[in-house]
């Protein structure tokens, strides 16, 4: 089976960074994606590691350390419009379908 | 138009009731998935089908059915809904290749009484 584990809630600062961790637990690895969902609205893609490291895409970056099953989203110059869910989700050794993590509530005040 | 469509966007049904939920794509994606979201449970994967002739349970498919019609349609059906029904439904697509990940529609409201 598959474990994933985010907090909960998040509050931060407008142009301030926020770091959102994931740990998992996996029967097989296959990559690791966090999507942004807004209240009501369909999650939209962020990012896939796959390999260790960080990728970076302009104010958004994640981590991946497969050997620790833990990942980070980080988000830079934080802007209001940040406010949302942020949805941690892997792949198992099947490579064929999502397994999510509860999603991680950020709030940002002015 | 939407990449991915689900109708109805907002449904209210009464225990006991038969109701369909419908989901289109126009990405000419072979994979299609049904989730539904739950406050501070996340997105849990119902059913899931890799083809026209392909239909695999998810974690919770208890209580529920689909139908993959085409490869642009894939339908999920509550027999006999009832008040734990009640969640906010999404279908999602994807190519075989998941570094894309998934697109996902604009979600159904579904509220069971």
């Known amino acids: 089976g598959q474990n994933i584990d985010q907090p909960t809630e998040m509050t931060a600062t407008e142009g301030a960074i926020v770091q959102i961790n994931c740990t998992y637990q996996?029967?097989?690895?296959?990559?690791l994606f966090w999507y942004q969902q807004h209240a009501g609205e369909a999650p939209t893609f962020l990012s896939y590691?796959?390999?260790?490291g960080l990728e970076e895409k302009g104010r958004f970056s994640s981590f991946l350390s497969r050997s620790k099953g833990y990942s980070y989203l980080l988000l830079k110059e934080l802007q209001m419009k940040d406010s949302a869910s942020y949805l941690c989700?892997?792949?198992?050794?099947?490579?064929?379908?999502?397994?999510f993590g509860g999603g991680t509530r950020v709030l940002v005040k002015p | 138009d939407a990449d991915v469509t689900q109708t109805p966007r907002n449904r209210i049904t009464k225990t006991g009731k038969r109701i369909m939920l419908e989901c289109s794509q126009t990405k000419g994606h072979d994979r299609m998935y049904w989730y539904r979201q739950d406050p501070g449970l996340g997105l849990r994967l119902i059913y899931y089908s890799f083809d026209v002739k392909d239909i695999n349970k998810g974690e919770i498919s208890d209580g529920y059915s689909v139908s993959r019609q085409a490869q642009a349609k894939f339908s999920l059906s509550l027999e006999s809904a009832i008040p734990n029904q009640t969640a906010l439904y999404f279908c999602?697509?994807?190519?075989?290749?998941?570094?894309?990940?998934?697109?996902f529609g604009s979600g159904t409201r579904l509220t069971v009484v």
């Open positions: 989700a892997v792949t198992g050794a099947a490579g064929n379908k999502l397994t």
């Open positions: 590691n796959v390999l260790d």
């Open positions: 999602a697509t994807s190519t075989g290749n998941l570094e894309g990940g998934y697109t």
């Open positions: 996996t029967s097989g690895f296959n990559g």
